[in-house]
């Protein structure tokens, strides 16, 4: 007999809080680059590009929120 394996809660799996607080770290991190000139030549490149996966990861979960919504079999499940 298998043992019950309780549901972790919603905060714990939840992916918004962590792209947000990962494309904070990316802004502060293009400010800085971009006003105080910290860096090589391509850390402002890797900074705007870390904030447009960011940009790219709420649009993945915006998608499947919407898939899961209109109750597509394919969606993500745990999503609300």
Same mark, same amino acid.
């Given at each position: 007999?298998? #043992? ?13 809080? @962590?792209? /947000? @607080? $990962?494309?904070?770290?990316? +802004? /502060? #991190? *293009?400010? /800085?680059? #971009?006003?105080? $000139?910290?860096? *090589?030549?391509?850390?402002? *490149?890797? !900074?705007? /590009?870390? +904030?447009?996966? $960011?940009?790219?990861? !709420?649009? @993945? @979960?915006?998608?499947?929120?919407? #898939?899961? &919504?209109?109750?597509? &079999?394919?969606?993500?499940? $745990?999503?609300?």
């Amino acid at each position: 007999m298998a #043992a019950h394996i309780p549901e972790l809660p919603h905060r714990l799996t939840a992916p918004e809080p @962590v792209i /947000v @607080v $990962g494309m904070l770290g990316w +802004l /502060v #991190a *293009t400010i /800085v680059v #971009a006003g105080w $000139g910290v860096g *090589t030549d391509n850390t402002l *490149t890797i !900074c705007l /590009v870390g +904030l447009g996966v $960011g940009l790219f990861g !709420c649009f @993945v @979960v915006a998608l499947q929120k919407w #898939a899961v &919504r209109r109750g597509s &079999r394919a969606a993500q499940q $745990g999503l609300s």
